[in-house]
């Protein structure tokens, strides 16, 4: 009866209250929190040295997905299994100096969620060199077709941020960032960065520590002369 059910929901957000307010779930929420805002200075450091010798970067924003029918969580023969799903992950980032032509790219940052909706994912940010790389949107597609098609051999789908993102919004983080705008800098890192280093609370319980849930690379040198006059003013970080 829809009396019964009501009181088993009852008694169910009830256990949930319970576990959220308990000591030993709050030590796990404080540990997340922590490794979240470790990452995320990190992060706003990395763009700092990086806008700290290149005027002008590239900012693409990818989401990795799967084919709902080939999801992990899918209990069909046909689904990925876990392991292809982070092996996967491990192609597509060793492939990006390959697939990113005219030593253009800079970096990466990546994040593993699951979700039940869309089970295990991976949201990117990739870092290139914006004077030897001029369509985020385009660059964006192509390398979103080489995971869908190459690296998950047709079982990979993607959402191409940059192509779905209103360029004009005040809000607006990728694409084209100038040293010289103070005000997209801070976008790219209070709602770009911010949103890929916020605390997973659900994504360990179904994958073990041995795999890395946020990762980025290092920064590499630009050694190569830029091209252009000289700044007349030295790139200054912005206070957030």
Not at 16 to 21: K, P, S
Not at 46 to 66: A, E, F, M, Q
Not at 170 to 196: E, H
Request: charged residues 25%; hydrophobic residues 35%.
């Amino acid at each position: 009866s829809i009396s019964v059910l009501c009181d088993h929901l009852n008694a169910c957000v009830l256990d949930i209250r319970q576990i959220w307010n308990s000591e030993a779930f709050k030590s796990k929420r404080y540990s997340h929190t922590k490794a979240s805002l470790k990452n995320q200075r990190s992060g706003y450091r990395w763009i700092d040295s990086l806008l700290g010798k290149c005027n002008r970067l590239c900012v693409i924003r990818l989401d990795l997905t799967y084919q709902k029918k080939y999801q992990w969580s899918e209990a069909e023969d046909h689904a990925v299994t876990k392991q292809e799903c982070f092996a996967h992950r491990e192609t597509f980032l060793r492939g990006l100096p390959e697939w990113i032509t005219d030593g253009a790219f800079l970096g990466y940052m990546l994040k593993t969620e699951f979700t039940l909706k869309r089970s295990i994912h991976h949201h990117v940010l990739l870092i290139l060199n914006g004077g030897r790389a001029r369509s985020a949107m385009l660059i964006a597609n192509i390398l979103g077709q080489r995971w869908q098609r190459e690296v998950t051999q047709g079982r990979g789908s993607f959402h191409n941020v940059n192509a779905n993102f209103d360029k004009t919004s005040l809000t607006c983080g990728i694409g084209d960032v100038y040293a010289r705008d103070a005000q997209k800098i801070a976008n790219l890192k209070q709602k770009v960065i911010s949103y890929l280093c916020k605390p997973d609370y659900y994504a360990r319980w179904v994958v073990s520590k041995k795999h890395r849930l946020f990762m980025k690379s290092v920064t590499r040198p630009l050694r190569e002369r830029t091209l252009g006059r000289p700044r007349a003013v030295p790139y200054q970080e912005a206070a957030l």
